[in-house]
């Protein structure tokens, strides 16, 4: 997978601080999240979480990076088949048709933290940094859709910052609004548009 | 233009205070606000403003429906040529291609705003309603490009979802990370997506 980062390797103390963090911020949402929280979860003292992390700051940009490595993870894991199918994967991935408690909570939380970015420049870089990886595992795929000939000759840069704009955007209403279908309407559209526009006619 | 809820009638004193908020937000940003800010702004007292608004909550309530009033004011003056002048038209005032500080300022504002829309009931209907009528709008100036022949029979509620959310994600993209051409590079994917999947080829 093309990434503009390497992964980060994560010990085993870290790995359950930041699935300690998860588990609070499904938990308690951004806004109520605390150090104490986490530790709750981590059924740890919060000085084994200073330990690893100055700041609460500085353990949420390391959690948007866990966030964005596992979710790699999985996609690395569950592609490679046919561009198409792969496009299709990793759009479902970030903007699931029928989102489940678990998956509707995290995008609540992950607007509460991206709406931080505004101001703050830690979370900045790290969002800019998760679209720009979510942007080249698109744009990969779209690649090598072109060199295999399954897909034709377009921009595969404008294109995967067209389709990462349309889920998070779909996303980011399904999490601040009541309009139900909105997503999954988008989501038809952009299915369409990805066969229309890519697909090469045999 | 079609909307789904006719536009609220604003008083002299109420649009004052509307004026004062924007001139307030844009200085000190959705964070840092307060109804004494807003009160300098005004030049009158903070009990001028409690007379019309309740809360603060319900002061950036009635904001938000001014905000969306006079971009659809707009609009409505701006449009009415051909349709796919129009789209072009209504995606570059929701996402312009070379912001200027004063919108740059407005949607961080509107970040702020809308993120308080995943907890605060009365913010998620507004965005509600926001969304609602931007869709409405798009889907409006899509159904008379079919009717006219200019666009093809596609349906127009899925497209204008489509066109929406990639527009707001965009901007979404473009307030909260350091990614400085990809709401330009979505934007011009944007308008080859409507040039092929909605032109009629004559």
């Known amino acids: 997978m093309t990434t503009d980062s390497p992964e980060t390797t994560w010990s085993t103390a870290e790995e359950e601080i930041m699935e300690a963090t998860y588990r609070a911020l499904l938990e308690h949402g951004y806004a109520d999240l ?3 929280r986490i530790a709750n979860e981590l059924d740890k003292s919060k000085a084994a979480i200073y330990y690893h992390y100055d ?3 500085d353990l949420l940009a390391a959690f948007l990076e866990f ?3 596992r979710f790699e993870e999985t996609v ?6 046919e561009p198409s199918e792969d496009l299709e994967h990793v759009t479902e991935k970030l903007l699931p048709l029928q989102p489940d408690a678990e998956q509707r909570q995290l995008q609540a939380v992950l607007v509460g933290l991206r709406s931080q970015a505004v101001t703050n420049e830690v979370f900045r870089e790290q969002f800019t940094q998760i679209d720009e990886r979510l942007a080249a595992t698109i744009r990969g795929i779209i690649e090598r859709g072109i060199d295999e000939g399954a897909f034709r000759d377009v921009d595969p840069s404008r294109v995967a910052e ?8 779909a ?3 399904r999490t601040t609004t009541d309009r139900k279908s909105a997503a999954a309407a988008a989501r038809v559209s952009l299915a ?3 066969d229309s526009e890519l ?3 045999s």
Chains 1, 2 share one sequence.
């Open 34 to 36: 605390s150090l104490s």
């Open 55 to 57: 700041t609460k700051d």
């Open 67 to 69: 966030a964005v490595d």
């Open 76 to 81: 690395d894991t569950e592609t490679g088949d």
């Open 162 to 169: 067209h389709i990462l704009a349309t889920v998070n955007g």
């Open 171 to 173: 996303m980011y209403g």
């Open 192 to 194: 369409s548009y990805i």
């Open 199 to 201: 697909r090469r006619r």
